[in-house]
């Protein structure tokens, strides 16, 4: 409101099960991607080392700034991969991120929680997360078998081979092809 209000027009909205329709009275037609996400919120504390961590997003969020999720690292040091280091601001679902600290610590990370990724990976290492809540790397969906087993490893001062995923945790993943993997959540099945 304020300032946008001559910006923005009305709009009338409804939700037939899975589409939603969005009436704009006097505009063009015009595509718009909409993402709405709706839930119960819930919190998860991830704790950190000094020095580098990987990290994830375990949630949906409003907000999903180094500088909001994650305000006590070091500003500048965000990096996802893609097939080489790239300095990132933002953290999407998904990707995972190396980030460093001055100090250990805890955050504690809320929103609006993750049940099912699909993720595409390149043919060698990806750095991913999970979702939001802990899952088994036994229970990855992979249907075409890209993943090299036993290549899943986790970072804590030093490379761990993971068993588990852990919210707002990052991971290293090896696969041997390009293709894509689902994460569920074991408990909603």
Excluded: C
Excluded at 59 to 69: E, H, P, Q
């Amino acid at each position: 409101h304020g300032e946008m209000d001559d910006f923005l027009p009305t709009l009338n909205y409804s939700i037939q099960d899975s589409i939603i329709w969005i009436d704009i009275p006097n505009w063009e037609l015009q595509y718009i991607n909409v993402e709405i996400y709706f839930g119960n919120t819930t919190t998860v504390e991830v704790e950190h080392n000094a020095d580098w961590n990987l990290v994830g997003l375990p949630y949906y969020v409003g907000d999903g700034s180094v500088t909001n999720l994650f305000p006590e690292s070091i500003d500048g040091t965000l990096f996802s991969f893609d097939g080489a280091y790239v300095i990132s601001d933002t953290l999407v679902p998904g990707t995972g991120y190396w980030l460093r600290f001055e100090s250990e610590g805890t955050t504690i990370l809320n929103g609006i929680p993750i049940i099912w990724l699909t993720l595409g990976l390149d043919e060698g290492w990806n750095l991913i997360t999970g979702i939001s809540t802990p899952i088994d790397v036994s229970s990855i969906l992979d249907s075409t078998e890209i993943i090299i087993p036993g290549t899943i490893y986790g970072y804590d001062g030093s490379y761990v081979q993971a068993e588990v995923l852990e919210p707002g945790k990052g991971y290293w993943l090896r696969a041997a092809t390009e293709g894509a993997i689902v994460i569920p959540n074991t408990l909603n099945r």
